[in-house]
């Protein structure tokens, strides 16, 4: 299993601000994801994160809200930008597993709340 | 379109009971479902899966049963301890992406 690391653990903002979160992953790994978890929401994928390559974007989701950075294959940062309160959320990066079953393994999440 | 659905978004079991979580799906190319757990302030994490082509699948405490032709599995946790509370979710492979469903709050009171 993969050991995840995610900072900040949670921050509260003001709406218009940006925030940065940053995961750490204890092995090298090709792709890394970024979800999302409203209040009483399911998990949402919002980008693919692949080291050497742009970000992979899903639907309802854009580059300019969510600039993604992965400088290199254990490291990987998520900016939520220009702030409002609807972004409110738990913040999620997770890697693939190795195994028979493809699962994900998860860092601990960021809080985050917009004022 | 939602293709993974769970219908309740809490339940609560007395201890010692039975805790039944239910999943519905919509896709039936699904090769393989999994279920994650996940404790406030934590990532999930992942906790049983089943192949599709298989009807039952058990570890310890817990067993997860498929159903494909009504496309519903469920997740069992017997007997069912103070230490199961957490949101529950159930994940199927879609494109190089897993899909969760909403979540399921079980609560097992003393």
């Known amino acids: 299993s993969a050991v995840i690391s995610q900072k900040p653990s949670r921050d509260i903002c003001q709406r218009g601000t940006s925030l940065t979160i940053q995961c750490q992953v204890d092995s090298q790994v090709t792709m890394m994801f970024w979800y999302r978890q409203q209040p009483g929401q399911s998990l949402t994928l919002i980008a693919t994160a692949n080291q050497g390559s742009e970000a992979t974007y899903e639907s309802g989701f854009v580059i300019d809200k969510f600039p993604i950075s992965r400088p290199n294959l254990t490291f990987s940062t998520l900016t939520v930008s220009n702030m409002s309160p609807e972004d409110s959320s738990i913040y999620l990066c997770s890697v693939n597993g190795q195994g028979v079953v493809e699962t994900q393994y998860f860092g601990p999440g960021t809080r985050l709340l917009v004022l | 379109d939602q293709q993974v659905k769970q219908n309740s978004p809490s339940l609560s079991v007395q201890e010692g009971r039975i805790s039944i979580l239910n999943c519905d799906y919509t896709n039936s190319m699904f090769d393989y479902f999994l279920w994650y757990k996940k404790y406030p302030a934590e990532g999930p994490t992942f906790l049983i899966s089943i192949s599709s082509i298989k009807d039952k699948n058990e570890d310890g405490r817990f067993t997860v049963f498929l159903n494909k032709s009504a496309k519903h599995l469920s997740l069992h946790i017997v007997p069912s301890q103070p230490g199961d509370s957490a949101v529950y979710f159930c994940?199927?492979?879609?494109?190089?992406?897993?899909?969760f469903g909403q979540g399921t709050r079980l609560t097992i009171n003393p």
């Open positions: 994940a199927a492979p879609g494109a190089q992406k897993l899909v």
